[in-house]
């Protein structure tokens, strides 16, 4: 009995250096608890599903002659995903194309169990491949954060697109958040008007060495210049990978109460509202690091 006290307090000493060692070698161990968290899948707008857990995005795109799955989500996300296009009622197995917004763990790291278990291709721009089919990007916050290594079937660079059963996607590489960042935009018709989508890729600096970066020397111009495309960019629906990035709690929300007229993902000023803040926290951040150098 007083062996067992001892130990307990012995674990309460340790508890807290360990924690603290966790964290000092994975700055994501708290993030990715909350983003796995469950969400309920649900009908975004025309074909598309949300069938992420709920603080990472995986979108779903049902056409006539199979699905389309964008991102993986984090490792321990893809048995969720799959629940998830079960509960909508469609098969992983009728999954033909996994497509991948960028090679950071939390978007990737689902990858290779869903491509194992629905038998799809993946498609993932050429400057991320070699990232994804090694399973861990050597810059950056997510460097602790291996994931499971995935082989692509096709690379894909700017303009090119992809298509299956009427729907098209076309890729445009914004680089700066990875080398090979990578968004994917399509349109749609609701009610008889087209709306273009855009599955955002992201462009948070977040811990991102932006100089002295020997694996990615042009990171801080690729950033400027992808920042100056997005800004020009014109979208009536916005996704993005991390739902804080489209205000997916509030637009939920609506979209469950019908409170707003109309489908609340129908936002036009998403994206520049979005590029405006991440904009400005990339100025701040390279000031930052140009002064510490
Ligand atoms: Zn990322």
């Known amino acids: 009995m007083k062996k067992r006290v001892i130990a307990g307090i012995a674990a309460m000493l340790l508890a807290p250096s360990l924690a603290g060692q966790a964290q ?3 700055p994501f161990a708290r993030s990715r608890l909350e983003w796995n968290k469950p969400q309920t899948p649900f009908h975004v707008i025309g074909n598309i599903y949300y069938v992420g857990p709920a603080g990472v995005s995986a979108f779903l795109i049902v056409t006539p002659q199979g699905l389309i799955l964008t991102d993986g989500g984090l490792p321990e996300s893809a048995s969720m995903i799959e629940a998830n296009i079960k509960a909508l009622g469609y098969d992983i197995k009728n999954v033909k194309l996994l497509l991948n917004s960028h090679a950071h763990f939390d978007h990737a790291g689902g990858l290779a169990q869903l491509k194992r278990d629905s038998g799809a291709r993946l498609v993932a721009s050429q400057a991320d491949t070699p990232i994804l089919e090694k399973g861990r990007i050597d ?5 602790a954060d291996p994931f499971p290594p995935v082989k692509v079937d096709r690379i894909v660079t700017e303009g090119d697109t992809i298509s299956l059963g009427g729907v098209t996607l076309t ?25 273009k989508v855009l599955f955002f890729c ?22 400027k210049a992808s920042f100056a495309r997005l800004r020009t960019m014109d979208v009536d629906v916005f996704l993005a990978p991390h739902g804080d990035q489209m205000d997916l709690p509030a637009k939920l929300k609506r979209l469950e109460s019908g409170t707003q007229k109309g489908n609340p993902f129908i936002d036009r ?11 400005r926290q ?8 140009q002064a510490a150098k």
């Open 139 to 143: 810059f950056g916050p997510s460097t």
């Open 202 to 223: 992201s462009i948070t600096t977040g811990g991102n060495p932006l100089v002295n970066n020997p694996q990615y020397p042009s990171i801080a111009a690729d950033y």
């Open 269 to 279: 000023q998403a994206l520049p509202r979005l590029i405006q803040i991440m904009e």
């Open 24 to 26: 000092e070698i994975d």
């Open 282 to 289: 990339f100025d701040a951040e390279l000031a930052r690091q």
């Open 171 to 195: 890729a445009s590489i914004t680089p700066g958040h990875t080398p090979g960042c990578t968004n994917w935009t399509t349109t749609l018709t609701e009610g008889g008007v087209p709306l």
